[in-house]
């Protein structure tokens, strides 16, 4: 059935109730004749000075506090909201804390997406640089072709942190993001118990009765409300001797659910001490199922001193114990595509792993008289952005108990319709993850995807690309499920995915069969140059003098620019690394390598085509420039340009553009234009990338070889 929005009803309308109570989920109303509820509901309203118990000081706590207390003070009305957070020294309900001293690990890979960002700010937190592990300036999505690399808006800001005090060398409670939320709420008014509840009850007046112990002396809190807010995480960890959040609620609610869960893997490995420019701040989703390892999402989250690795699929489901956990990271780390993300000088060693649950589904009625669950105890966004979906719900929450009341009428009018909007949004995304993985972990499909947004880069601006913005909202979560759903099934986005994607895909693949291509063994990155680049490029290197055709390629080499230099050298030699296709030979006529004067002559089909560069002296010795004599290119230009990018890696820049001849009278015109349609535009798209992805690879395989030594090492 169709939900509508609570607020489409009057308010404490016995009618609209009615027709409300019709629209709900089955679960829902089963779970409410249960609990014998009228059909008229009876509203209680929060009293003044009333009193909130929020279990659970993690991010959904804390935003519940702070909400709650936000609203009140804009009504005007005065609330005590106390918040139990065990991983804080033990404190008695009256004392006067107001700062923690935060210890212990929620188990998370700890990111701050852009919308959670946007949440921040409207509440006034801002991240100081101790709590900031990195800002993710770029998203990397690969898959079993080539990878898709997006820089994130200037207007939408993202960053790693560390939810809790781990890894181990690092006691630093004040660097915790979640220790900082709590200290907002704590600033805002709360008062913190630092503590485990023990048990839950209703008292005689159908208050809930919190139970717990400081100092091994019993108390206990009655409140006029209660937020279970303990998540789900450490319902695997059985060395935390503390009671299940969940068990406490089912208590209270005897037909609560909790959500479904699935295991993770979450390890740290350690950065390098000079981390690689190039790779500083780019967060990675990997899709790498190969063989006998089956791991349906991937993140690799760059932090100061490590990298946050984090794994779902069935390989993870299938580790029990802690050897197989080993056996699975160094399973993962010795993939090549792995070693060639992270940075060259990575140490493989794991200061931290766990096996943290986390929430693919949601929970049955997690509310019910004067209690509520927030966070992964009720719901989250399915893969995504789970602290924002906890801030979310602890929004609708705080908004309800003040505005509409406490009772589980109220509840379901007001609280309810966020949690059924997480649950209808959630079945949109696994559609999106299923495709995500169907493509990704596919080579030709992956191709095509690849292929569709590289294309888009060249041909279209910067604001008008729809296949990248919809690439960035999956990855980023800065869009709704459904709404990147509708953006897919778009006859705009369907017909790039045919005319930029398809079919210049089945070209290609023709192209590499005709030249004799092989991309076995062969790791595969992209080239492409974005249409804003090039024509940067060309200003910068031609005086924005423009032609016919124009190409421009580039790739990121984890080699100095002098090695990167050395082996261009090799460009017209016999003996090369790279750009070696049938029907096509290069070979340098006279001079020598790297030197002006150098030519190199091109011959194509046994000598039918045939043309030849000659390099020219610049000033410039990362900049290698020829000059197109003769042929079907003439007077064009063909320059390498090798730019620094780190202590240790290099930026390789492919430019070639020329003008067609148009033939001197009718059989010239005709004899061009046949060649034009023989030879099109894209074999030169074709030839270099796989040309540049030999370079790259031999520029590498030194460092590889090296790394490749340290997997064995991997210790915990």
């Given at each position: 059935?169709?939900?509508?929005?609570?607020?489409?009803?009057?308010?404490?309308?016995?009618?609209?109730?009615?027709?409300?109570?019709?629209?709900?989920?089955?679960?829902?109303?089963?779970?409410?004749?249960?609990?014998?509820?009228?059909?008229?509901?009876?509203?209680?309203?929060?009293?003044?000075?009333?009193?909130?118990?929020?279990?659970?000081?993690?991010?959904?706590?804390?935003?519940?506090?702070?909400?709650?207390?936000?609203?009140?003070?804009?009504?005007?009305?005065?609330?005590?909201?106390?918040?139990?957070?065990?991983?804080?020294?033990?404190?008695?309900?009256?004392?006067?804390?107001?700062?923690?001293?935060?210890?212990?690990?929620?188990?998370?890979?700890?990111?701050?997406?852009?919308?959670?960002?946007?949440?921040?700010?409207?509440?006034?937190?801002?991240?100081?640089?101790?709590?900031?592990?990195?800002?993710?300036?770029?998203?990397?999505?690969?898959?079993?072709?080539?990878?898709?690399?997006?820089?994130?808006?200037?207007?939408?800001?993202?960053?790693?942190?560390?939810?809790?005090?781990?890894?181990?060398?690092?006691?630093?409670?004040?660097?915790?993001?979640?220790?900082?939320?709590?200290?907002?709420?704590?600033?805002?008014?709360?008062?913190?118990?630092?503590?485990?509840?023990?048990?839950?009850?209703?008292?005689?007046?159908?208050?809930?009765?919190?139970?717990?112990?400081?100092?091994?002396?019993?108390?206990?809190?009655?409140?006029?409300?209660?937020?279970?807010?303990?998540?789900?995480?450490?319902?695997?960890?059985?060395?935390?001797?503390?009671?299940?959040?969940?068990?406490?609620?089912?208590?209270?609610?005897?037909?609560?659910?909790?959500?479904?869960?699935?295991?993770?893997?979450?390890?740290?490995?350690?950065?390098?001490?000079?981390?690689?420019?190039?790779?500083?701040?780019?967060?990675?989703?990997?899709?790498?199922?190969?063989?006998?390892?089956?791991?349906?999402?991937?993140?690799?989250?760059?932090?100061?001193?490590?990298?946050?690795?984090?794994?779902?699929?069935?390989?993870?489901?299938?580790?029990?114990?802690?050897?197989?956990?080993?056996?699975?990271?160094?399973?993962?780390?010795?993939?090549?595509?792995?070693?060639?993300?992270?940075?060259?000088?990575?140490?493989?060693?794991?200061?931290?792993?766990?096996?943290?649950?986390?929430?693919?589904?949601?929970?049955?009625?997690?509310?019910?008289?004067?209690?509520?669950?927030?966070?992964?105890?009720?719901?989250?966004?399915?893969?995504?952005?789970?602290?924002?979906?906890?801030?979310?719900?602890?929004?609708?929450?705080?908004?309800?108990?003040?505005?509409?009341?406490?009772?589980?009428?109220?509840?379901?009018?007001?609280?309810?319709?966020?949690?059924?909007?997480?649950?209808?949004?959630?079945?949109?995304?696994?559609?999106?993850?299923?495709?995500?993985?169907?493509?990704?972990?596919?080579?030709?499909?992956?191709?095509?995807?690849?292929?569709?947004?590289?294309?888009?880069?060249?041909?279209?601006?910067?604001?008008?690309?729809?296949?990248?913005?919809?690439?960035?909202?999956?990855?980023?979560?800065?869009?709704?499920?459904?709404?990147?759903?509708?953006?897919?099934?778009?006859?705009?986005?369907?017909?790039?995915?045919?005319?930029?994607?398809?079919?210049?895909?089945?070209?290609?693949?023709?192209?590499?069969?005709?030249f004799g291509l092989k991309w076995k063994g062969l790791g595969r990155f992209p080239v492409a140059v974005p249409k804003e680049a090039l024509e940067a490029k060309r200003r910068t290197l031609l005086q924005d003098q423009r032609h016919e055709m124009e190409y421009m390629y580039s790739i990121d080499i984890r080699s100095p620019s002098s090695t990167v230099v050395s082996l261009l050298g090799e460009f017209g030699e016999e003996q090369r690394s790279f750009l070696n296709p049938k029907w096509v030979s290069i070979r340098r006529d006279s001079g020598q390598p790297l030197q002006s004067g150098c030519v190199i002559n091109y011959r194509l089909f046994g000598g039918l085509i045939s043309f030849s560069i000659e390099q020219l002296n610049t000033d410039n010795s990362n900049l290698i420039m020829?000059?197109?004599?003769?042929?079907?290119?003439?007077?064009?230009?063909?320059?390498?340009?090798?730019?620094?990018?780190?202590?240790?890696?290099?930026?390789?820049?492919?430019?070639?553009?020329?003008?067609?001849?148009?033939?001197?009278?009718?059989?010239?015109?005709?004899?061009?234009?046949?060649?034009?349609?023989?030879?099109?535009?894209?074999?030169?798209?074709?030839?270099?990338?796989?040309?540049?992805?030999?370079?790259?690879?031999?520029?590498?395989?030194?460092?590889?070889?090296?790394?490749?030594?340290?997997?064995?090492?991997?210790?915990?």
């Amino acid at each position: 059935m169709v939900i509508r929005e609570a607020f489409a009803y009057p308010e404490h309308s016995a009618v609209a109730f009615f027709k409300y109570e019709l629209e709900l989920d089955e679960e829902t109303l089963r779970a409410k004749r249960r609990m014998k509820t009228s059909l008229v509901p009876q509203f209680e309203k929060l009293p003044d000075n009333a009193v909130v118990a929020i279990v659970g000081g993690g991010p959904a706590g804390s935003f519940t506090a702070i909400h709650l207390l936000n609203r009140a003070k804009q009504q005007g009305r005065q609330l005590e909201v106390f918040i139990f957070e065990r991983r804080c020294h033990e404190s008695a309900p009256d004392s006067e804390i107001r700062s923690t001293n935060y210890s212990g690990c929620p188990k998370c890979a700890g990111g701050v997406s852009p919308r959670l960002n946007d949440a921040l700010e409207a509440l006034g937190i801002v991240l100081p640089p101790e709590v900031i592990q990195a800002q993710i300036n770029s998203i990397t999505i690969q898959g079993r072709w080539k990878h898709i690399r997006m820089e994130a808006p200037d207007t939408r800001k993202m960053f790693s942190v560390y939810r809790g005090t781990l890894p181990y060398d690092r006691q630093l409670q004040h660097e915790a993001f979640d220790a900082l939320l709590l200290n907002a709420a704590l600033a805002k008014g709360a008062k913190l118990i630092g503590s485990s509840v023990t048990g839950a009850s209703y008292d005689s007046r159908q208050k809930p009765v919190l139970h717990y112990q400081v100092d091994n002396e019993e108390y206990q809190l009655t409140a006029d409300f209660a937020v279970f807010a303990g998540g789900v995480k450490e319902l695997t960890d059985e060395k935390v001797p503390h009671y299940d959040c969940s068990a406490l609620f089912k208590h209270l609610q005897p037909d609560y659910q909790p959500p479904p869960v699935r295991k993770a893997l979450i390890f740290e490995l350690e950065a390098p001490d000079r981390p690689d420019e190039a790779c500083a701040g780019n967060l990675h989703f990997i899709a790498c199922s190969y063989d006998n390892l089956q791991i349906d999402m991937c993140s690799i989250i760059p932090k100061k001193n490590y990298f946050t690795v984090s794994l779902i699929g069935k390989s993870v489901d299938c580790c029990h114990t802690h050897k197989q956990n080993l056996e699975l990271v160094r399973a993962f780390i010795a993939l090549p595509q792995i070693r060639r993300t992270l940075p060259p000088n990575t140490q493989f060693n794991i200061r931290c792993l766990c096996n943290p649950s986390i929430v693919v589904g949601s929970a049955v009625m997690p509310y019910g008289h004067r209690i509520a669950a927030v966070g992964d105890m009720a719901t989250s966004r399915q893969y995504k952005d789970g602290i924002l979906s906890g801030h979310d719900m602890a929004r609708e929450l705080a908004t309800t108990i003040l505005d509409r009341g406490v009772d589980i009428s109220s509840l379901q009018l007001g609280y309810g319709p966020i949690l059924r909007w997480f649950k209808r949004d959630n079945r949109y995304g696994s559609i999106i993850f299923f495709l995500y993985r169907w493509f990704f972990t596919n080579s030709f499909l992956s191709r095509i995807i690849y292929q569709t947004y590289s294309t888009e880069q060249k041909r279209t601006i910067k604001s008008r690309r729809s296949f990248e913005r919809i690439f960035w909202a999956i990855s980023s979560g800065d869009e709704s499920y459904r709404k990147i759903v509708w953006w897919g099934l778009k006859p705009k986005t369907l017909w790039k995915l045919t005319a930029y994607g398809l079919l210049p895909t089945l070209r290609a693949g023709f192209a590499e069969y005709f030249f004799g291509l092989k991309w076995k063994g062969l790791g595969r990155f992209p080239v492409a140059v974005p249409k804003e680049a090039l024509e940067a490029k060309r200003r910068t290197l031609l005086q924005d003098q423009r032609h016919e055709m124009e190409y421009m390629y580039s790739i990121d080499i984890r080699s100095p620019s002098s090695t990167v230099v050395s082996l261009l050298g090799e460009f017209g030699e016999e003996q090369r690394s790279f750009l070696n296709p049938k029907w096509v030979s290069i070979r340098r006529d006279s001079g020598q390598p790297l030197q002006s004067g150098c030519v190199i002559n091109y011959r194509l089909f046994g000598g039918l085509i045939s043309f030849s560069i000659e390099q020219l002296n610049t000033d410039n010795s990362n900049l290698i420039m020829y000059r197109v004599c003769g042929g079907f290119a003439h007077n064009g230009s063909f320059l390498f340009e090798v730019e620094p990018v780190s202590n240790g890696s290099c930026r390789l820049t492919v430019y070639l553009a020329y003008d067609y001849p148009h033939g001197d009278n009718l059989l010239g015109l005709i004899f061009w234009r046949t060649f034009r349609l023989l030879f099109p535009d894209n074999i030169h798209e074709v030839l270099w990338n796989h040309a540049l992805c030999e370079l790259k690879q031999h520029a590498e395989s030194i460092n590889l070889k090296a790394e490749a030594n340290l997997i064995d090492a991997v210790q915990l």
